[in-house]
């Protein structure tokens, strides 16, 4: 079972990008997809992209043409390229092993602090 860490998150302006990563401390390549959930002020967690292992994505449709999930499996990483971000964007995101429209139980590591300051 791997273990996941999130990072890049920080401050950004309205129309700006960021990039997170999910580094995974084992092999992802055999996981059957792996997603990215953001959970906002005052709102439920939801899943806003997820990956499959032969690379087919999806895509919340708050997201969709904004959003890019990718990964790498020689890194044992996956990525969310966001751009043209807006201040409801503003969330703490996490990734997860387990894909679902409604979020899992366990599985989330720290998460990572994207803030959209407009």
């Known amino acids: 079972q791997v273990q996941l860490v999130e990072s890049g998150g920080g401050l950004v302006q309205a129309g700006g990008s960021l990039r997170l990563s999910c580094a995974a401390s084992?092999?992802?390549?055999?996981?059957?997809?792996m997603g990215w959930y953001r959970q906002a002020p005052g709102k439920q967690r939801e899943l806003v992209a997820a990956?499959?292992?032969?690379?087919?994505?999806l895509y919340a449709d708050s997201v969709l043409d904004r959003f890019t999930i990718s990964r790498d499996n020689a890194k044992n990483t996956v990525y969310l390229q966001m751009n043209s971000l807006t201040p409801e964007d503003t969330a703490v995101y996490y990734c997860?092993?387990?894909?679902?429209?409604?979020?899992?139980?366990?599985?989330w590591g720290q998460g990572t602090q994207v803030t959209v300051s407009s």
């Open positions: 997860n092993s387990r894909v679902s429209w409604y979020p899992p139980r366990d599985g």
């Open positions: 084992g092999s992802i390549v055999s996981i059957n997809a």
């Open positions: 990956i499959r292992s032969g690379g087919s994505t």
